[in-house]
């Protein structure tokens, strides 16, 4: 079983990225689905999460309008759409995969049960 997130890169504020995780060895529509940043000497927050069965989405206030969780069930691949890009948002982005399948205890890493490597997200003020 692996994830990976993907997507990142360096963009100026005001940008747009989006990011993916894809999964091998799991079927990521049976999970929910969060995402988490990490910045330098900071602890790991959740930025958003997507569940399972009926889609539905939470976000951080911090994010909250600006960036966008979806699923493409068919490519096993769950997206970040990340607009309106600030340097604060400058961050390692993770995925991670919960079998309890509705996003619970939002912002905790506990529930999660698979995580990918993480992407690097740089915004340039």
């Known amino acids: 079983v692996q994830l990976q997130a993907s997507g990142g890169g360096l963009v100026q504020s005001g940008g747009s990225l989006r990011l993916s995780c894809t999964a091998s060895g799991l079927t990521l529509n049976y999970y929910a689905i969060g995402w988490f940043r990490q910045a330098p000497g900071k602890e790991r927050e959740g930025v958003s999460c997507i569940s399972s069965s009926e889609g539905s989405t939470y976000y951080a206030d911090s994010v909250k309008g600006r960036f966008t969780t979806s699923r493409d069930n068919a490519k096993n691949t769950v997206y970040l759409q990340m607009n309106s890009l600030k340097p604060e948002d400058t961050a390692v982005y993770y995925c991670?995969?919960?079998?309890?399948?509705?996003?619970?205890?939002?912002?905790?890493?506990?529930?999660?049960?698979?995580w990918g490597q993480g992407t690097q997200v740089t915004v340039s003020s």
């Open positions: 991670a995969a919960d079998k309890y399948r509705a996003c619970r205890a939002f912002g905790s890493t506990w529930p999660y049960d698979y």
